[in-house]
């Protein structure tokens, strides 16, 4: 596999301007996450798998908030060097773009299921990330929010991986790519 891209300018600006916009529509989700799950935190039963589809519909409330203006960003500013603009920047981009930022969301799904069992049940821990709220920021459950944050961050990390490979490759292709 030719590897001469990394040497490029271009390839470090684009990477720069997707993270940015990365990380304007993961503070989005994360706040969203952290208020919508306090409010829901005490509906949250033992079942794990219950548990779990509850978390998911809680993160579509932070992925549909964030959508809009990271698909705007992506389209006009983060891959501005993509071959058909006027594809991407459609209503049928946005449709494809949606879809491959829903596989995303899965993707983290999984991981974030995956830290909830390891911080819960299978490390002994005990601790329910699921329990989250601001005020365990401070309070004696700072370990609730420590943990969530961790998972949330191992969570974006592999949703911001299959992000950039799909967006790169199939989105918003280049000539060089």
Known sequence: MNMSFLKSKAF?????RFLAVGIYGTLIDY?????????FSSSLTSNHVSAFFIQFGISLV???IALPSTWSLSAV?????AEDKEGTRSAKGMAKFALFAFLGLLCGAIVQFLGYMTCIEWSGWGINI???DFSTLFGSDVLVFWSYTVVFVLKT????????VTRKFILYKTKTA
């Not at 706040?31 to 306090?38: A, D, L, M, P, R």
């Open 12 to 16: 470090w600006g684009e990477l720069f």
């Open 31 to 39: 706040v969203v996450e952290v208020w919508v799950t306090s409010f």
């Open 62 to 64: 932070g992925f549909l």
């Open 77 to 81: 500013w983060a891959f501005k060097d």
């Open 130 to 132: 699921l329990d989250i």
């Open 157 to 164: 990390a592999a949703t911001t991986i299959f992000n950039y």
